[in-house]
T-cell receptor, first 108, second 114 residues
Framework: DAKTTQPNSMESNEEEPVHLPCNHS???????IHWYRQLPSQGPEYVIH???SNVNNRMASLAIAEDRKSSTLILHRATLRDAAVYYC?????????FGKGTRLSVIA | EAGVAQSPRYKIIEKRQSVAFWCNPI?????LYWYQQILGQGPKLLIQ????????DSQLPKDRFSAERLKGVDSTLKIQPAKLEDSAVYLC????????????FGPGTRLTVL
């Protein structure tokens, strides 16, 4: 049980921002929200994580709802290299559980 | 910094045969994970090591799967005997410690059982 809900697929135009949503309505107060992505024929790659506050790094931004029941991964300018499956996960006292993620397609 | 190394990258065997996968984590990483990823699904954790001790193997089919991490560095995952449903990509990952720390994944070993 991944305990997170994501859309199966999304599509974006190149150079435009992408907002990938995740629902984690049963999250506990100590669970972190992690995002990984998996490019074709590669292992997953860490993207970003957060607890309560919004987070930014060189790859993306993570916006966490005030009630922590949902979050959004933001890619500011999608490129063709961002086409991948994006996984939203909860991490606390139990190990990572991957769902099926969101398959992001980027159109040139 | 060298990444997580895995070998072989591909393996084809017949059902009931045995197979072993090897993983070399990032130097200094105490925590090592083995995942199974069936086509179209997300990775599923099989076993987690902290140094050379097992932290979680609740989803490891222990009647046929085994794993070890001698000396707390390299690790091997073995399947004996293999079944058709074991066809998957086996991913190894490591992190500096348990918990919220970023996991670094290897390229995986694609196993096909005929």
């Amino acid at each position: 049980d991944a305990k997170t809900t994501q859309p199966n697929s999304m599509e974006s135009n190149e150079e435009e921002p992408v907002h990938l949503p995740c629902n984690h309505s049963t999250i506990s107060g100590t669970d972190y929200i992690h995002w990984y992505r998996q490019l074709p024929s590669q292992g997953p790659e860490y993207v970003i994580h957060g607890l309560t506050s919004n987070v930014n790094n060189r790859m993306a931004s993570l916006a966490i709802a005030e009630d922590r029941k949902s979050s959004t991964l933001i890619l500011h300018r999608a490129t063709l290299r961002d086409a991948a499956v994006y996984y939203c996960l909860r991490l606390g006292n139990t190990p990572l559980v991957f769902g099926k993620g969101t398959r992001l397609s980027v159109i040139a | 910094e060298a990444g997580v190394a895995q070998s072989p990258r591909y393996k084809i065997i017949e059902k009931r045969q045995s197979v072993a996968f090897w993983c070399n984590p990032i130097s200094g990483h105490a925590t090592l994970y083995w995942y199974q990823q069936i086509l179209g699904q997300g990775p599923k954790l099989l076993i987690q090591f902290q140094n050379n001790g097992v932290v979680d193997d609740s989803q490891l089919p222990k009647d046929r799967f085994s794993a070890e991490r001698l000396k707390g560095v390299d690790s091997t995952l073995k399947i004996q005997p293999a079944k058709l449903e074991d066809s998957a990509v086996y991913l190894c990952a490591s992190s500096s410690q348990r918990g919220i720390y970023e996991q670094f994944f290897g390229p995986g070993t694609r196993l096909t059982v005929l």
